[in-house]
């Protein structure tokens, strides 16, 4: 017996997720007022101006995606979300924080690490004909491609927002981690995929009612952190972040199989805007 040729072939390793997607990950972080109240006058402010470009969305270099936001509550004072094909350039806001003047008196709370991914609950084209079909249309009919082809034009842009999203204008946020249980008797991964599927189409009906409303991206946690998915969501009005959590508590998908995390409530604003309001340099 032989034992197996080693491949000389190189194996080329990358960080991009290979679905096109991005990492994306959240910050929160307190501030340490006793640490403040020792750094003269001059490096608080330019500890203000170094944070303020660092945060600046438009500055050369930046990852993709910066989003700053003030924190209700005591959990923490300012969060950050950052997105990015490159999971070290989105990091690199982080150390650029810690490294900066008022790195000091910033205190890391809680952070989440994520990837976008395209749901394996988001219909196919060719699934969603098939329930055309089970609900009364004749394949191939007028109605039936009419139908077909606006739901697959919608999908390709629905996948593209999923996996590069835009941030919505929408300025009030919140966000929790998530998982499916594992519980015997409750246990998500061992249900057959129809029955999933099922529940998750019930899930996303509830959703829609919030459109206009709304904002949701869900990033995957699995293999990265200790909860499975993230749940971001932006809203017109604080009231509809409780209502749409709420309204979808009753759907079995979460009230049976769902376990949360702490919930971010935030309000999306410049990095000057939250330093005016957590009083630094003020």
């Known amino acids: 017996m032989h034992r197996p040729t080693a491949s000389t072939q190189p194996i080329e390793s990358t ?9 994306c990950s959240h910050f929160y972080y307190t501030w340490n007022r006793d640490r403040l109240a020792d750094m003269p006058p001059q490096q608080v402010a330019a500890g203000r101006a170094a944070l303020i470009s660092t945060l600046d ?4 270099g930046q990852p993709l ?3 700053t936001s003030i924190v209700s509550g005591a959990k923490a004072d300012f969060g950050l979300m950052v997105m990015d094909p490159d999971p070290l350039v989105v990091d690199s806001v982080h150390q650029q924080l810690m490294a900066g003047p008022l790195g000091p008196a910033i205190v890391p ?5 994520s990837m976008t991914e395209i749901s394996e609950y988001v219909m196919t084209a060719e699934q969603y004909g098939a329930r055309l079909v089970a609900e009364g249309e004749t394949a191939g009919s007028p109605v039936y491609e009419t139908k077909l082809k606006a739901y697959a034009d919608r999908l ?3 996948n593209h927002q999923r996996l590069t999203p ?3 204008a929408y300025t009030n946020t919140c966000f929790y981690p998530m998982n499916k249980k594992r519980k015997v008797g409750e246990n998500w991964f061992l249900l057959p995929k129809e029955d ?10 509830s959703g829609m009612a919030y459109a206009g409303k709304v904002s949701q991206l869900i990033t995957v946690g699995l293999g990265l952190e200790d909860w499975e998915w993230g749940v971001t969501l932006w809203a017109t009005n604080p009231e509809y972040l409780k209502d749409i959590v709420y309204h979808m508590r009753f759907d079995e998908a979460s009230a049976r199989y769902a376990e949360f995390g702490p919930f971010y409530a935030s309000y999306v604003s410049t990095a000057e805007a939250m330093l005016d309001h957590c009083l630094i340099g003020k």
Request: proline share 11%; hydrophobic share 35%; charged share 20%.
């Open 15 to 23: 960080r991009p997720p290979i679905d096109g997607g991005w990492h």
């Open 57 to 60: 969305p438009a500055r050369e």
């Open 65 to 67: 995606r910066v989003q």
């Open 109 to 113: 709370g809680y952070s989440f690490v």
């Open 156 to 158: 390709v842009h629905m």
């Open 166 to 168: 835009n941030f919505p």
């Open 196 to 205: 999933r599927n099922a529940m998750m189409s019930e899930h996303a009906k």
